[in-house]
């Protein structure tokens, strides 16, 4: 099932990892690699202990047992200066700071590379600017961040961790509370820095279609566990899907980018396809590019056409329901 | 978007800053801060020698300046030996006092938390009443307020730590923990001798009468040992700012930061505090105002000391002249700001979370 990341090698694993709260153990003896130089997103129910696993990579949780390992060493050992200037984090809701400007909340990100004797630097600046110029907030800089929208905000403090110089990036669902405008900014961001930097980018992401669309390694966990990892497009199928999240759906390629799009299955009787939009199962539009990647893969990517999409799912099934057949999918609008 | 480049840092510092060497030490100083520095300095300069020549005698603004510069004038007595040594214990008290607010509302993320609303001054004022009011020697009692202080903020670092100190229980605790002292203190009181009882509560409301230079030589000193630890302070609260977490992600130490920076404010309160009583609100006020007209996040140590330092000058000046011949302590008149300014500060916060 874990299968082992391609050729890139690995920079950041976990060894016999435990992490618990109180009484609850969260993830039990989990072994996991992450590759290096690729955009991985770990998507998983909630509470499945993915942002667990984030946080606990970047040592804002201490393990019960077993380690985290940065290059082959396990970063509890590591000075936290050190592993600052390795390792950037973006912790899922940060407090904004009143009245703090954002060249100076993006500068802060130079702390481990500044001591209270020597405050400032000329790699200091440059490193501040190039961050701002990446997350285009230098336009910004002498805004105070309390009073910027949400997706400004989140660019600010990715700056912030990209003036940390880090070879890799930790952020805990960085797109929650954005509209999806600013969703597939703050993406598009991570995207460019993975391909145009070289840097090693791990998130937790909620949106399934958006972790497709973007990730080169997705994890996909379920109640601590990992239940697979791997491309996106090699791994995730509908039975994925199921086993994950527990909900029935359909996957067919994005008509976009040709990435895996997941899409519930009809759960109530009243969503389904009326007269005026026939229903029409989707194959493979245009012959995309796309399906081959799904056949690799080995599942029915689409399943039951010949169940009719327009008939309605019996009455009183629910969702959720595995017997209950799958209805087709909706209609695309063929581009 | 990126057309209006508005600034940019630059070698120098951030935009705004300016980096100051001395040295192999550079400083990043906000430019702001250094005019709100310098025009505070000229104003207490001011202050000290209006408050020099104001009273009786009078004494011409001339005669102080010439009287300093050691010329020899009929006034010495006046100006030297009677009004210098009070007047710099108040500017060193109240600059004191600003540097540790400073340090625990940074510590705490909030303006409320000084250390006369979170029970330092409480608990000083708990063992001085104590030591007053079961006749101990004089020069007890300030040891006693100090230790009184500490012991208070002891109680409040064991009830905090249960939460691993987060800022908002500090606060409500050390809230909690000062009206428990307050009301021991009343307790201690009653059941005293009336003139003990008298003696304790001039004490508790703190004043500058009657004192000067050794006064002054104590906080002088705790501050000259402390000054390296300042040094390190002025930076340190730069990461108080952000939550422990992305703390953590730029390599900060939040829980050993915060417990350094809290110590230092508190032993600096708990040491001001015994020896000029528990003069209110300073501690509050002039780290507010100081952020203020710096328009940063938190105020920095030295522009927040010399706030505290002017205010507590004024203070002791229209305690001994609003009322004349009638001298009112200090920490009256400072309790008379503070009080509407702490009311201030809690409408203005209901409105903004409203």
């Known amino acids: 099932m874990n299968r082992t990341p391609d050729s890139r090698g690995v920079m950041l694993s976990t060894s016999d990892l435990t992490v618990g709260y109180d009484e609850r153990t969260v993830l039990d003896g989990l072994d996991l690699d992450l590759p290096a130089d690729a955009f991985t997103v770990i998507v998983g129910p909630n509470a499945c202990g993915k942002s667990t696993l984030l946080r606990t990579m970047a040592r804002l949780l201490t393990p019960r047992r077993g380690a985290v390992l940065l290059d082959g060493a396990a970063i509890r050992d590591l000075p936290t200066r050190e592993v600052a200037r390795r390792l950037g984090v973006l912790p899922q809701s940060p407090l904004v700071p009143e009245g703090v400007t954002v060249a100076d909340l993006v500068g802060r990100g130079r702390q481990p590379y500044q001591r209270w004797w020597r405050q400032w630097s000329e790699q200091d600046a440059a490193a501040v600017d190039r961050a701002m110029t990446q997350a285009d907030v230098a336009g910004l800089a002498d805004r105070p961040v309390d009073t910027l929208s949400g997706g400004q905000r989140q660019r600010v403090w990715i700056a912030m961790t990209l003036a940390q110089d880090t070879e890799a990036l930790l952020l805990d669902e960085p797109t929650t509370f954005l509209d999806l405008a600013h969703q597939v900014e703050v993406l598009d961001l991570l995207h460019r820095l993975r391909a145009e930097r070289g840097r090693t980018v791990v998130a937790v992401l909620h949106d399934l279609n958006q972790a497709a669309r973007y990730a080169d390694h997705l994890i996909a966990m379920r109640e601590g566990k990992v239940v697979a990892a791997g491309p996106p497009r090699e791994i995730l199928t509908a039975d994925l899907v199921r086993d994950v999240f527990g909900l029935d759906c359909v996957v067919v390629p994005c008509p976009v980018t040709g990435a895996p799009l997941v899409v519930p299955g009809l759960t109530s009787p009243h969503l389904a396809p009326t007269a005026a939009g026939p229903a029409v199962p989707v194959h493979s539009p245009g012959g995309d590019s796309a399906a081959p990647a799904h056949s690799l893969a080995g599942d029915p990517v689409i399943p039951a056409p010949a169940v009719p999409a327009t008939t309605p799912a019996p009455a009183g099934s629910s969702a959720g329901d595995a017997a209950d057949p799958l209805a087709g999918p909706y209609p695309s609008k063929g581009h | ?354």
Do not use: K
């Open chain 2, 1 to 354: 978007m990126t057309a209006v480049q508005s600034s940019r840092p630059t070698a120098a510092g951030l935009p705004g800053r300016s980096l100051v060497r001395l040295g192999p030490v550079s400083v990043q100083v906000r430019r702001r801060a250094m005019l709100v520095a310098a025009v505070t300095t000229v104003l207490l300069a001011a202050a000290v020698v209006l408050s020099l020549s104001l009273g009786t005698p009078y004494v011409a603004p001339a005669d102080v300046l010439r009287s300093l510069s050691g010329a020899g004038t009929p006034y010495d007595l006046v100006v030297r030996d009677l009004r210098v040594p009070r007047i710099v214990l108040a500017a060193t008290a109240g600059a004191a006092f600003g540097i540790a607010g400073t340090l625990i509302q940074s510590v705490a993320r909030n303006p409320l938390a000084s250390p006369d609303v979170i029970g330092i001054t409480q608990g000083a004022g708990l063992a001085a009443t104590v030591a007053i009011t079961t006749g101990a020697a004089a020069v007890l009692v300030a040891p006693a307020a100090l230790l009184g202080g500490l012991g208070a903020a002891l109680l409040l670092l064991a009830l905090g730590a249960r939460h691993g100190l987060a800022a908002q229980r500090f606060v409500l605790a050390g809230v909690a923990v000062a009206f428990a002292l307050r009301a021991l203190t009343e307790v201690v009181m009653l059941s005293a001798d009336p003139i003990d009882g008298l003696r304790a509560q001039i004490w508790l409301i703190g004043t500058l009468a009657g004192r000067g230079w050794s006064e002054t030589l104590w906080i002088a000193l705790t501050l000259a040992v402390l000054l390296p630890v300042l040094a390190w302070a002025g930076w340190a609260l730069n990461g108080t700012a952000l939550d422990d977490d992305t703390a953590r992600g730029i390599g900060l130490r939040p829980g050993a930061r915060r417990v350094g920076l809290a110590t230092t404010g508190v032993v600096l309160a708990a040491t001001v505090t015994a020896q000029v009583g528990a003069v209110d609100f300073v501690a509050l006020v002039a780290p507010q105002v100081a952020r203020r007209l710096v328009r940063a996040e938190r105020p920095p140590l030295a522009c927040a000391a010399l706030v505290g330092a002017l205010l507590l000058v004024l203070a002791d000046l229209a305690g001994r002249r609003l009322f004349a011949p009638t001298q009112l302590p200090a920490g009256v008149l400072t309790a008379a700001i503070g009080g509407p300014y702490l009311m201030f500060l809690l409408v203005r916060r209901r409105r903004r979370f409203a």
